[in-house]
């Protein structure tokens, strides 16, 4: 399979997660109850087409954990009103090859969230991802997903031809070769708040902005008949 053919089937895998019943599209309701939710007397209360799902986090203040629950709609409005991802054409320039470098256990990065009212959370970065593009040197931070390195960045691109906020990549690490990271910005993706309204993403750090348009990866979400996700 060429580059530009398993380009093609990631972005089929892409377009069947975000539309899927508990995909980006889904979720309507972001709720937080303070107390580990009951989620049978949601699920109750939830449309028939409903999935309802726990969710905890880290208070920023209190740095107690919060509780809180997700109502994901397989019949939401935002899938009904899906058209496509709007995307560049695949360009093999823009797979970069970086230089990975660890550091000690348990270092975090603040990070702002783009709901939290300039509030920010400390997220775990294992280690810097240096290289140089178009003459400029970088240093970028990405943190933990899960295991995965996930890399919120922003560029030149962001409110005019891609996602206003900034878009993610994940990093890609190989087992053999601990020094070195790929970066393919062809599988730059519009975040989860691109998505729905609902969800809570973390910005771009000043580290991890960039002083060009990366003209590679997802552009926007694009919707049927002037669907507004702010709006529903």
Same mark, same amino acid.
């Given at each position: ?8 089937? $990631? ?6 997660a975000?539309t ?5 599209? +889904?979720? &309507?309701? !972001? @709720? $937080? !109850?303070?107390e580990?939710?009951? &989620?049978?007397? +949601? %699920? @109750? ?14 208070g920023?203040?209190?740095? *107690?954990?919060?509780h809180? *629950?997700?109502? $994901?709609?397989?019949?939401?409005p935002a ?6 991802? #709007? ?6 320039s823009?797979?970069? /090859?970086?230089?990975?470098?660890p ?10 969230h783009? @709901?939290d009212?300039?509030?920010?959370r400390n997220?775990?970065?294992p280690g #810097? ?16 997903d =899960?295991?995965q ?5 922003a560029d030149? /691109?962001?409110?005019?031809?891609t996602?206003?906020? =900034?878009?993610f *990549?994940?990093?890609?690490r190989s087992?053999e070769?601990s020094e070195?990271v /790929? ?13 729905? +309204? %609902?969800y809570?993403?973390? *910005? ?6 960039f002083?060009?348009?990366? @003209?590679?990866g997802? %552009?926007?979400v694009v919707?049927r008949? #002037?669907f ?5």
């Amino acid at each position: 399979m060429s580059a530009a053919e398993d380009h093609a089937r $990631w972005r089929e895998q892409r377009r069947s997660a975000v539309t899927a019943p508990t995909g980006n599209l +889904a979720l &309507i309701e !972001t @709720r $937080w !109850t303070g107390e580990v939710p009951d &989620i049978e007397a +949601a %699920k @109750r209360s939830a449309p028939s087409s409903a999935t309802v799902t726990p969710l905890q986090r880290t208070g920023i203040d209190s740095g *107690l954990p919060e509780h809180g *629950l997700r109502v $994901w709609d397989a019949q939401s409005p935002a899938i009904n009103s899906f058209e496509k991802i #709007d995307a560049y054409d695949y360009d093999p320039s823009w797979v970069i /090859t970086a230089q990975f470098i660890p550091v000690g256990e348990g270092r975090t990065v603040p990070f702002e969230h783009i @709901r939290d009212n300039g509030g920010t959370r400390n997220l775990v970065v294992p280690g #810097d991802i240096v290289f140089t593009l178009d003459g400029n040197d970088y240093s970028l931070s990405a943190f933990d997903d =899960g295991g995965q390195l996930l890399l919120v960045f922003a560029d030149q /691109t962001n409110g005019s031809e891609t996602y206003g906020s =900034g878009r993610f *990549l994940f990093v890609d690490r190989s087992a053999e070769d601990s020094e070195n990271v /790929t970066l393919d910005f062809n599988r730059a993706f519009v975040p989860p708040c691109g998505f729905s +309204a %609902k969800y809570n993403c973390p *910005l771009p750090p000043a580290t991890n902005r960039f002083s060009l348009p990366i @003209r590679a990866g997802e %552009k926007n979400v694009v919707f049927r008949d #002037d669907f507004d996700i702010y709006a529903a």
